[in-house]
């Protein structure tokens, strides 16, 4: 699986911005998919998860009701919808894609996903 995000950009605090992660493969709607975030000197952390059919899912308490993340099957993408940017949401975002089971598994944590896009970055000012 390959993945490859869009959507990023430089926004002011307030407003909204839409990423996209488009996934090759056959097989996308078997995965779990998540989007991480990585701030300059901090360590990557979760921001939300999708589960294989985007019947569940679950946010970081910092996004929680400000983003929401859904997936489209049928067009093998996933997105990530984030209103109310602030500041510190400032980082590089990535997409994961993830063979495990979704409900018993810790989907928050990076290494258990099995495929990462590169990132698209995601500037909010003041």
């Known amino acids: 699986v390959q993945l490859v995000e869009s959507g990023g950009g ?3 605090a307030g407003g909204s911005l839409r990423l996209s992660c ?7 709607a078997s995965y779990a998919m998540g989007w991480f975030r990585q701030a300059p000197g901090k360590e990557r952390e ?4 999708v589960s294989w ?8 308490d910092s996004v929680k009701g400000r983003f929401t993340i859904s997936r489209d099957n049928a067009k093998n993408t996933v997105s990530l919808q984030m209103n109310n940017l602030k ?10 894609a993830g063979s495990f089971r ?25």
């Not at 488009?22 to 996308?28: D, E, I, K, N, Y």
């Not at 059919?53 to 970081?60: L, Q, R």
């Not at 979704?102 to 003041?126: H, N, R």
């Open 22 to 28: 488009a996934a090759s493969g056959r097989t996308f």
């Open 102 to 126: 979704y409900g018993s598994s810790d989907y928050t944590t990076p290494g258990i996903y099995d495929y990462w896009g590169q990132g698209t970055q995601v500037t909010v000012s003041s």
């Open 87 to 96: 500041p510190e949401d400032t980082a590089v975002y990535s997409c994961a």
């Open 46 to 49: 979760f921001v939300a998860a």
């Open 10 to 12: 430089l926004v002011q």
């Open 53 to 60: 059919s985007g019947g569940s899912t679950d946010y970081a």
